[in-house]
């Protein structure tokens, strides 16, 4: 069972920065793509990033530049280094990833950016 847990969430001011952690339970996090997700409050859930097994990477142009997604598969870990935060990326984030056809989920954690 594939079981995803997010960590690293909180509040911020804007300008400011903060990393999230994802880390994989089973054994599937070295051949498998991994993404983070967010949904801010009244909108639909949105791609921010994702890394290959390969390493390549896609951001979504709101997010280009200013976060970096990376992942360690000796620690089973994907990690979203988010810099120069905005107040419109406040938003749960969620961890996914996508085996035999079926996606997978964190809970979420909630990075919320003011003053």
């Known amino acids: 069972q594939v079981q995803l847990v997010e960590s690293g969430g909180g509040l911020v001011q804007p300008g400011g920065s903060l990393r999230l952690s994802c880390a994989t339970s089973?054994?599937?996090?070295?051949?498998?793509?991994m993404g983070w997700y967010r949904q801010a409050p009244g909108k639909e859930r949105e791609l921010v990033a994702t890394i290959t097994t390969g390493g390549t990477k896609i951001y979504a142009d709101s997010v280009k530049g200013r976060f970096a997604i990376s992942r360690d598969n000796a620690k089973n870990t994907v990690y979203l280094q988010m810099n120069s935060l905005k107040p419109e990326d406040t938003a749960v984030y969620y961890c996914?990833?996508?085996?035999?056809?079926?996606?997978?989920w964190g809970k979420g954690t909630l990075v919320t950016v003011s003053s």
């Open positions: 089973g054994s599937i996090f070295s051949i498998c793509a």
């Open positions: 996914n990833t996508y085996y035999r056809a079926v996606h997978y």
